[in-house]
């Protein structure tokens, strides 16, 4: 099994910033896919980013392309979003989710399932405020 933890969602204004993270614990050689969902009010939990912690790859929805970076620390069990230009349609509970996969299923893709992943957190709120 595999626990996940966020933190670090809260309210910001439009063009702000938030950095959330995502700690594992329990079996997490388990977890070489981490990957970030969101939902917002009344739509589906989409896919925003995914990375391979073996080698780094990474992939992103063209809805955050150039504005999400999502990053590793190995050392922590963390994954981190850094989430920049924030718009009020960024406004979602996000979700840290986690799998056991090669990497190009994990990062070489077109768009994330969320029935791919096997393991989430409890969810952390982001707002942003136009």
């Known amino acids: 099994q595999v626990q996940l933890v966020e933190s670090g969602g809260g309210s910001v204004q439009a063009g702000g910033s938030l950095r959330l993270s995502c700690t594992a614990s329990g079996v997490t050689h388990r977890s070489n896919c981490m990957a970030w969902f969101r939902q917002a009010p009344g739509k589906e939990r989409e896919g925003v980013t995914s990375l391979y912690t073996r080698d780094g790859s990474t992939y992103y929805s063209d809805s955050v392309q150039g504005r999400f970076t999502i990053s590793q620390d190995n050392a922590k069990n963390t994954v981190y979003l850094q989430m920049n230009s924030l718009k009020p349609e960024d406004t979602a509970v996000y979700y840290c989710?986690?799998?056991?996969?090669?990497?190009?299923?994990?990062?070489?893709?077109?768009?994330?399932?969320?029935?791919?992943?096997?393991?989430w957190g409890q969810g952390t709120q982001v707002t942003v405020s136009s």
């Open positions: 989710a986690a799998r056991y996969s090669g990497r190009n299923v994990c990062t070489r893709i077109t768009r994330m399932f969320t029935t791919e992943y096997e393991y």
